[in-house]
């Protein structure tokens, strides 16, 4: 090779070397610079304007579609109410976390940390398309970081994935999404509860002697029952119940095999349970009403309840200031002392007013009343027309035959 051509590939080589010192020198600025963003820049100030999160995975399966509406936020494919907690939690952790690591731009090497495309029918992450507020946001968000703190993550469309300084966890079933909570009945507001499946009955009551447990009613001449607490999980059964899933009762129905629950609250609630098996796993329907008279005779004797107690307090303020102002009928008071004067004092300050069921019983019916209604009105809304699937343990209460809950024959 003559020295002319040396001297070209030399400065060609110089020249490239230079241009590649560039890039990387300008990558790296620009990689730094990134680092100082949010992980979704502008998420934050637009967090009460989403109106809308969708949640995508393999194979662009869309799973979850979240709307906020005048209620609150609803899972579309459940038309049921949505896990709001779960959702806020999600975009507040993205909207609050930062890019802390760049990873790799080469889509090969992608599904390492989870953040290749969705439409792979084998990809380990989830897209949130975040609307509302603006342009739709969207991220894909992979795996945690195997040590430390941190999820893998890339904005759709773009090569370079990132690591933030947050764990997000994003649920990817839809059934997932769902408000689990159905409804919370306390124990001590239960009276009775019956349970039939074809000839078999079963039925609770209220112990007289402790509020909040409750006795076997039917229990057979000569039999006992298995302990003294063996209906008190029946008649908790409402206390606390979450669902695992919802569908249209036209999808879901009972069949012969269903049991019927009906829950008799003190304060006048009727909830009726059907509770059945589609395809090895419990499922149930829910109906509820409102008894008005048994729910009057419950405000009247909470009423006297209330009286009684607060006529007792009087009396018992009344004999506090008797001592103080001392003597006997006919007699002059004693000279009160200051210490005495601010005793008094203070207990005319603290003396409580009448509550409003001995002021004005009949607003105070009407109010309690008003609120029994509004109970019925929010549940009966949330059972119509559809069918939940149960947790295995819940249901298991309402399965149980009346020999379940005696000891075994003699």
């Known amino acids: 090779m003559n020295p002319r051509k040396t001297l070209i590939l030399a400065l060609v080589s110089v020249a490239l070397l230079a241009v590649a010192l560039w890039y990387s020198a300008s990558r790296r600025a620009s990689e730094h610079a990134a680092l100082q963003e949010p992980a979704l820049p502008g ?3 637009r967090l009460p304007e989403v109106a809308k999160v969708t949640v995508t995975a ?10 906020r509406t005048d209620t609150g936020w609803r899972l579309a494919e459940r038309d049921f109410a949505a896990d709001a907690d779960a959702l806020r939690q999600v975009l507040l952790e993205l909207a609050e976390a930062r890019r802390v690591a760049a ?37 894909i968000l992979g795996q945690n970081a195997p040590r430390g703190v941190g999820t893998y993550m890339r904005i759709p469309g773009e090569a370079q994935s990132w690591l933030i300084d947050r764990n997000v966890a994003v649920e990817k079933s839809t059934a997932g999404w769902l408000d689990r909570d159905l409804l919370d009945i306390a124990p001590e507001r239960i009276a009775r509860v019956t349970v039939e499946a074809g000839q078999d009955r079963v039925e609770i009551v209220a112990s007289e002697k402790e509020q909040g447990d409750f006795v076997l009613a039917n229990l057979p001449k000569g039999r006992e029952p298995q302990s003294e607490f063996v209906a008190d999980a029946t008649a908790g059964f409402l206390q606390g119940l979450r669902i695992d899933d919802v569908a249209p009762a036209s999808e879901r129905g009972p069949g012969e095999a269903a049991r019927r629950a009906r829950f008799h609250t003190r304060d006048g609630l009727d909830i009726e349970v059907t509770s059945f098996e589609v395809d090895g796993k419990p499922w149930a329907q829910f109906g509820v009403r409102l008894d008005e008279g048994r729910a009057l005779a419950w405000i009247e004797a909470e009423q006297a309840r209330e009286k009684t107690a607060w006529e007792a307090r009087q009396a018992s303020l009344d004999k506090g200031e008797d001592k103080v102002s001392g003597g006997s009928e006919g007699e002059a008071p004693a000279k009160s002392e200051p210490a005495a004067d601010a005793k008094a004092s203070a207990t005319e300050e603290v003396a409580p007013e009448a509550p409003l069921a001995v002021r004005d019983p009949a607003a105070d019916r009407e109010q309690r009343l008003a609120a029994l209604r509004a109970e019925v009105e929010r549940l009966a809304a949330r059972f119509e027309g559809r069918s939940f699937q149960l947790p295995g343990y819940k249901a298991g209460n309402l399965n149980r035959r009346l020999e379940d809950y005696l000891k075994p024959k003699d």
């Open 103 to 139: 990873k790799t731009a080469r889509p090969d090497l992608y599904p390492r940390l989870g953040v290749e495309d969705l439409a792979a029918e084998d990809a380990k992450g989830v897209q949130l398309t975040i609307e509302g507020g603006g342009e739709p946001l969207a991220v």
């Open 43 to 45: 998420l934050l100030e």
């Open 58 to 67: 393999a194979g662009n399966k869309v799973v979850a579609t979240l709307e």
